[in-house]
């Protein structure tokens, strides 16, 4: 989103005047933040699924090395 405000403002301000390769680049970007964030969810669940076969193990020093 902040690429395309960016593109926008600079529009107006600068008479910028956008290529196919921004265009693509604010696509690429909005659809690898969508996929970002959507899988979220997915994760917390194979973690929690995962913590809950894990089982503590105390490690103590022996004084040699």
């Known amino acids: 989103m902040a690429m395309l405000l960016t593109m926008v403002v600079s529009i107006f301000l600068f008479s910028f005047k956008p290529t196919l390769q921004l265009f693509l ?5 909005m659809i ?3 996929m970002l964030c959507s899988c979220s ?3 917390d669940l ?3 699924a995962a ?3 894990l089982k ?3 490690v103590e020093p022996t004084g040699e090395s």
Do not use: N
């Not at 680049?25 to 970007?29: K, S, T, V």
């Open 51 to 53: 913590s809950d076969t």
């Open 56 to 58: 503590e193990i105390a």
């Open 41 to 43: 969810h997915v994760v």
């Open 46 to 48: 194979q973690v929690k």
């Open 25 to 29: 680049g604010i696509i690429i970007c």
């Open 32 to 34: 690898s933040l969508h």
